[in-house]
């Protein structure tokens, strides 16, 4: 049983994310989804928010489940029987922070990392730059799931 994690802020889910979510579930038993807790960083979405987005436009797949995570992703996998972490790699600017992060996690507690590359139509997709289009009246369509269109404008309305 190869069960991986996707972990990531998801502050909203993006077209981007449900593509690697999606493959991965493709390729392993079992994928979780973690949304990391932190408490210091600004979101536009409560965890909770972000956990009910993330659990509609995941509903099609019998074997993704989401969760939220704080602390160390590796203790995490620990405590949740998980042997690899899969990651979205968009472009060459990602591979830095994240070969660093793989091989820590890796020093840490023999976590492997996974790189999946992108869908090329999302390559260029970010959930900042959603949040910030969106909020100055871009058209974020096509690049977030229906739902999270959706309360993507309601929030911004209501700032
Ligand atoms: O979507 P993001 O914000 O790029 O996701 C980053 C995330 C959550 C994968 C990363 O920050 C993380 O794993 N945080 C948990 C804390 C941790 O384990 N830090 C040490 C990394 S080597």
Do not use: W
């Amino acid at each position: 049983m190869h069960r991986v994690v996707c972990p990531g802020s998801f502050d909203p889910v993006t077209n981007g994310h449900l593509d690697i979510i999606s493959r991965t579930a493709g390729l392993y038993d079992e994928v979780i989804v973690a949304v990391l807790i932190n408490i210091t960083k600004h979101s536009l979405f409560s965890v909770d928010e972000r956990i009910d987005m993330l659990t509609e436009v995941t509903k099609g797949y019998g074997n993704v489940r989401i969760e939220r995570f704080h602390g160390l992703l590796v203790d995490f996998c620990a405590a949740n029987g998980i042997t690899a972490v899969v990651k979205g790699l968009r472009a060459v600017t990602d591979f830095e922070y994240e070969m660093q992060m793989a091989q820590m996690n890796y020093r840490l507690a023999k976590v492997e990392t996974l790189f999946m590359t992108t869908n090329p139509l999302y390559s260029f997709l970010s959930s900042s730059l959603v949040k910030e289009i969106a909020k100055y009246g871009g058209d974020v369509s096509g690049l977030v799931p229906e739902i999270v269109l959706d309360r993507l404008h309601t929030r911004l309305a209501e700032e």
